[in-house]
């Protein structure tokens, strides 16, 4: 009894060192010795006393390897956190498929209507920001009668507006410059001045234009800068740094 028990072990241990299976050994109430062989997985429990032969014993322990080896193993990312690719999803872009391609690329005219072409310079470069000379030149570059919008009706005035709201752009330049103590617009086509969408409010908590820093001499378009204030216009000092929005008229 004795021999076929230290046979047995031997088995075991020799598959014990590939990993293949653990052994416990369990004494019942009749003083048989039971030996429990359970396989990598903990899945398959195979129970055999030391009555049995140990070529039972070896078919079982075989069958546990060939079951271990054919088992699917998981690859490296099975369990791994899966990256979504990112996608922006702030307000200048959701639910506005339009809008979203618009983004994408780097076209010329980003929008079409009212009678004009306009081009938004953050569109193409969100960091580009320019003093308003440079800005006038960066539209003038894009081709013939292209120029710094100008702005002559309320309902192009509500446009632009939107269109800031909605690119979430915090200021811009306009084609506007005063000249003397009157403005004007600037650029082929450009129409008379009228002063829509002054600010009621500014750094002196003064209506606009101010002229609070004495060389306030080119027009830009602030969003909500000031409390209380909306998308509004207001005079600026032209060495200040702004995207511009660009118009070409038809």
Not at 15 to 35: C, D
Not at 96 to 114: E, R, Y
Not at 214 to 225: K, P, S
Request: glycine residues 10%.
């Amino acid at each position: 009894m004795v021999k076929i028990v230290i046979a047995f072990l031997l088995v075991c241990v020799s598959n014990l060192s590939h990993g293949v299976v653990r052994v416990t050994l369990i004494r019942n109430q009749n003083a048989e010795i039971n030996v429990l062989l359970v396989g990598q997985n903990d899945n398959q429990i195979i129970r055999q006393t030391s009555g049995s032969n140990i070529n039972n014993n070896n078919n079982n322990v075989q069958r546990t390897r060939n079951q271990d080896a054919g088992a699917v193993q998981p690859t490296g990312n099975q369990n791994a956190d899966v990256i979504q690719p990112i996608t922006d999803n702030s307000r200048r872009t959701q639910g506005n498929p339009q809008v979203q391609q618009q983004f994408q690329g780097s076209s010329d005219v980003h929008a079409t209507t009212l009678g004009s072409d306009y081009h938004f310079s953050w569109r193409r470069d969100r960091n580009g920001k320019y003093r308003h000379g440079d800005a006038v030149n960066y539209c003038r570059n894009l081709g013939s009668r292209w120029n710094a919008i100008s702005i002559e009706t309320r309902e192009e005035s509500d446009y632009i507006n939107r269109v800031i709201d909605s690119d979430n752009v915090s200021y811009i330049w306009t084609s506007g410059t005063k000249v003397g103590n009157s403005w004007r617009w600037n650029g082929p086509g450009a129409g008379a001045f009228q002063g829509l969408n002054w600010g009621l409010t500014g750094g002196f908590g003064q209506p606009q234009p101010d002229n609070r820093a004495g060389d306030e001499n080119c027009l830009g378009i602030l969003n909500r800068f000031y409390v209380n204030d909306g998308i509004t216009w207001h005079d600026i000092a032209c060495f200040h740094l702004k995207p511009v929005a660009c118009e070409r008229h038809l």
